[in-house]
């Protein structure tokens, strides 16, 4: 039982840094966020609209949780 327990962490810990290294690949400036520019750099088919619903808190950059609600909702490739 433990064996699975500790396969199912390294499998999450896995999957967690693969969507933090992309968000950090996208990160062209290194400031821990990203910004339209950014993000259309890597997905070009993202439009200032869509930009717009994913940055929830208005602030015109996207940090991880607002990275991550995206790739949820479907916003954003994950």
Do not use: C, H, R, W
């Not at 810990?13 to 259309?40: H, K, M, R, Y």
């Amino acid at each position: 039982m433990k064996l699975i327990t500790k396969t199912t962490v390294a499998t999450i810990a896995l999957l967690s840094a693969s969507a933090a290294f992309a968000q950090l690949a996208a990160d062209a400036n290194g400031d821990g966020v990203l910004t339209i520019d950014e993000v259309q750099a890597v997905y070009p088919d993202i439009t200032a609209e869509s930009f717009s619903t994913m940055d929830l808190n208005a602030d015109g950059a996207l940090d991880e949780a607002e990275v991550q609600s995206a790739q949820e909702a479907g916003l954003m490739p994950a």
